[in-house]
């Protein structure tokens, strides 16, 4: 089966700096990559998702990079907030099939 | 925006008591999910529901486990004879169909087994 492995486990930033966490995976049929943001006490929220049909997407202060040769996407904050501050969790999936996690990432912005 | 509703959000039980942890999906979705999360580790896949029967499920998912959609709109799962290693974050997710939509998750229930 697949198998998510994801960088740092813990990040800390200071406020306006950028925070990069990396995921691979794999099973080379994995064609969707969801990242998740868990803030504590809640269920994971969907923050952002790429498709392998994409290399790159970007929602405001928000990218997903995938390459799909490496076998790797990873995820991109820029001006990181304190509201950041959360455990981001990535995943991979194959159309019809179960998602699987990454080990979690807890980010930390230092106002 | 609709959400994934789960009650209760903590539940504490004795250890071999049975458990029934509750979600209702959103409504258009079409497939259901239970995932474990033990805490300060991985989220993971228990099981996945659809077309009123199970479609997938992990080896974590044993015949202490069971799920149901009783009525059309509740998705149920039992556990049955708790074991202190059963206490975790249970989420419920839905997904409106298989075409690389996303995993809506609720908010999680709590279960602590003593």
């Known amino acids: 089966g697949e198998n998510v492995e994801q960088h740092p486990s813990t990040l800390s930033v200071q406020e306006g700096d950028s925070a990069v966490i990396k995921c691979t995976y794999s099973d080379s049929a994995s064609n969707y990559f969801p990242w998740y943001k868990q803030e504590l006490g809640k269920g994971p929220q969907l923050i952002i998702d790429i498709r392998s049909n994409v290399g790159e997407k970007k929602d405001q202060r928000i990218a997903v990079t995938l390459n799909k040769t490496a076998k790797h996407f990873s995820l991109h904050i820029t001006e990181t907030q304190p509201e950041d501050s959360a455990v981001y969790f990535c995943?991979?999936?194959?159309?019809?099939?179960?998602?699987?996690f990454g080990t979690g990432t807890s980010l930390t912005v230092i106002p | 925006e609709p959400e994934v509703t789960q009650t209760p959000s903590h539940q504490v039980t004795q250890m071999g008591q049975e458990v029934i942890l509750r979600c209702v999906p959103i409504?258009?979705?079409?497939?259901f999910y239970w995932y474990r999360q033990i805490l300060g580790q991985k989220v993971e896949f228990l099981v996945s529901f659809y077309n009123n029967e199970i479609s997938e499920k992990s080896e974590i998912f044993d015949d202490q486990f069971s799920v149901e959609r009783p009525d059309g709109s509740n998705f149920t799962l039992k556990i049955r004879s708790t074991k202190l290693e059963d206490s975790a974050m249970y989420f419920c997710?839905?997904?409106?169909?298989?075409?690389?939509?996303?995993?809506?998750f609720g908010n999680g229930t709590r279960l602590t087994v003593t």
């Open positions: 995943a991979a999936s194959n159309t019809g099939n179960q998602f699987y």
């Open positions: 409504s258009n979705h079409l497939y």
């Open positions: 997710a839905s997904e409106r169909d298989r075409a690389n939509s996303p995993l809506h």
